[in-house]
T-cell receptor, first 111, second 111 residues
């Protein structure tokens, strides 16, 4: 039962353009969401989060939008840079400490 | 610069052999997680500990996997006997939510 879904396994974007990574969830009890970024041969690192009391959270070039009625969130990267090329995971907490991760989206930013 | 360390970084073994992966969590973190990354499932939670006590290992195949935390500085994940379908990258992480820090992973290949 994949409670957090990332339906696009990969995305290719030109440098300078906007990257939009999508994530859907099925559990309406989720009230907090996180995005992690993973480079090859490294562990994932925390990128940005959003609480369900907000519909938007911005941190520099990264903005996460939350649509609770659609159970959908998206990560926008503007402008995209080659160093953003990585795998991006969305995640939601379950129980006290556990995170449920999506399957990830591989972003490639080309010059 | 506190970080989670994992050994070995790479392991190639033959089917049926025992595999032991080790993790040193960040000092002071009382929550430790084991994840497995596969293409199909993304990041799956295998087991986690709080204050060295196992809280949830429902993600692990019980007959062949075991996870322990002999002390606060060491977590282990064992597979005995290993099978080709266990080939994946195994991550250890400590902390929680935005402060969940991942190790670099152990890439396991079972032939």
């Amino acid at each position: 039962d994949q409670q957090v879904k990332q339906n696009s396994p990969s995305l290719s974007v030109q440098e300078g353009r906007i990257s939009i990574l999508n994530c859907d969830y099925t559990n309406s009890m989720f009230d907090y969401f996180l995005w992690y970024k993973k480079y090859p041969a490294e562990g994932p690192t925390f990128l940005i989060s959003i609480s369900s009391i907000k519909d938007k959270n911005e941190d520099g070039r990264f903005t996460v939008f939350l649509n609770k009625s659609a159970k959908h969130l998206s990560l926008h990267i503007v402008p995209s840079q080659p160093g953003d090329s990585a795998v991006y995971f969305c995640a939601a907490p379950r129980d006290t400490d556990k995170l449920i991760f999506g399957t990830g989206t591989r972003l490639q930013v080309f010059p | 610069d506190a970080r989670v360390t994992q050994t070995p970084r790479h392991k190639v073994t033959e089917m049926g052999q025992e595999v032991t992966m080790r993790c040193q969590p960040i000092l002071g973190h009382n929550t430790v997680f084991w994840y497995r990354q596969t293409m199909m499932q993304g990041l799956e939670l295998l087991a986690y500990f709080r204050n060295r006590a196992p809280l949830d290992d429902s993600g692990m195949p019980k007959d062949r996997f075991s996870a322990e935390m002999p002390d606060a500085t060491l977590a282990t994940l064992k597979i005995q006997p290993s099978e080709p379908r266990d080939s994946a990258v195994y991550f250890c992480a400590s902390g929680f939510y935005e402060t969940q820090y991942f190790g670099p992973g152990t890439r396991l290949l079972v032939l």
